[in-house]
């Protein structure tokens, strides 16, 4: 055997994630391994805490990075608030949100789905009348942004409305935080996740996660253990926090955690709201030239997420084939469609580092040469 060292090509990535990486981020990532409870990475470790507690909006204690990728910071969030028996309203209006429903079911809860349409946001109206039909639920589970789709849901309004009802929320912010809009606090969420590798372009494999004091609150007064012991976050908050005397839970992912402290780094210094209004700008100069080339976006205007364009793919054109052509070609890589929308639309993201007008331009250029 002699297998060579992998070298991979430099792609553009404008799919729905990973999204690009700033050379920053992959700098930070090749210096050397410290030891994961060294003063000094714990130190780092804290910072990483303050870092996403701006980009989260929120003042939580509990605001960490899961050490495994988003499915993982969802599944945190199901397996620990969620107690066999409970009773969880689930919206569904998209691939992420049926996996919310698995993960209720798997927990042993109660799932109520409240559907709606693929590339619909998630209905306040109708979230509210499964409340109204059962008033024993206890938490309250939707996507801010469905990846599948390109679709934003009113995360404040839904947050308020469960309030009213004295539900708990687990609110999905993979590919919302650092892209659009996202006040934890503000809007009064409570078990949050997010992924690394989407508007905060990192790498892939974290799961940024916050928790509000009602959420600790129900993981605390659980009657039942939590199934995972991976994922007990009683335990991870143990290694996370303890005012110097952090015991040993599991090996954090040493390099990857300096690669996300960058990214959270570059984004404190861009500012928050600086970033969301990029993410916006590029947005629309992204859809105007799509429009010009005929493209029919999935979402209305209103629901549309800035960071990842849905659009329908022009009749009788082969769509694997010109999506290979542009990653051969051009190194370019757009999202095919999932689920609902597979083989329908593509996904063009436009996230973190990746939302730039070079971006933008090359998607645009290659589209025009090759739907020619
Ligand atoms: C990407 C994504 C996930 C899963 O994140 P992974 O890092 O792929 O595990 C979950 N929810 C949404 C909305 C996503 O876009």
Not at 41 to 61: C, G, R
Not at 70 to 98: H, T, W, Y
Request: hydrophobic residues 40%.
């Amino acid at each position: 055997m002699s297998i060579q060292s992998f070298i991979p090509p430099r792609r553009i990535l404008m799919g729905p994630g990973p999204s690009d990486i700033s050379p920053q981020v992959l700098q930070a990532m090749s210096r050397p391994t410290v030891g994961h409870l060294d003063p000094l990475f714990i130190q780092m470790m804290d910072e990483v805490k303050a870092l996403l507690k701006y980009a989260f909006q929120t003042e939580n204690e509990f605001t960490i990075a899961v050490s495994a990728p988003g499915s993982a910071g969802m599944e945190a969030c199901f397996v620990n608030l969620i107690e066999p028996g409970d009773k969880v309203i689930v919206c569904r209006n998209g691939v992420f949100g049926e996996r919310m429903r698995e993960n209720v079911l798997r927990a042993g809860g109660e799932a109520v789905v409240v559907d709606d349409e693929w590339g619909s946001p998630a209905s306040p109206e109708k979230v509210e009348q499964a409340f109204l039909n059962h008033p024993d639920a206890k938490i309250l589970a939707f996507v801010h942004a469905e990846t599948s789709t390109g679709a934003l849901s009113d995360a404040q309004t839904l947050g308020t409305l469960a309030k009213r009802h004295s539900a708990l929320t687990i609110v999905d912010t993979v590919t919302s935080l650092g892209g659009v809009p996202l006040k934890v606090d503000e809007w009064q969420l409570d078990a949050v996740y997010s992924g690394s590798q989407k508007c905060l372009s990192c790498v892939p494999g974290l799961s940024p996660v916050t928790f509000s004091a009602a959420a600790i609150e129900k993981i605390q007064s659980r009657d039942t253990p939590i199934q995972s012991w991976f994922l007990d976050q009683s335990l991870v908050l143990g290694y996370w926090s303890g005012e110097g005397k952090r015991s040993y839970h599991h090996t954090a992912p040493v390099n990857s955690l300096y690669a996300l402290h960058e990214s959270l780094v570059l984004l404190q210094n861009e500012g928050l709201e600086s970033a969301w209004q990029r993410h916006q700008e590029m947005h629309q100069k992204l859809k105007q030239g799509l429009e010009a080339l005929g493209f029919k976006f999935v979402v209305e205007e209103a629901y549309r997420l800035p960071q990842l364009n849905a659009v329908y793919i022009p009749e009788g054109i082969d769509e694997a084939k010109i999506r290979q052509q542009l990653l051969n070609e051009y190194n370019l890589e757009i999202g095919a469609g999932l689920g609902a929308l597979a083989g329908k639309a593509w996904r063009i993201g436009l996230m973190g580092y990746g939302a730039s007008q070079q971006n933008v331009s090359l998607c645009l250029k290659a589209l025009e040469e090759k739907l020619k």
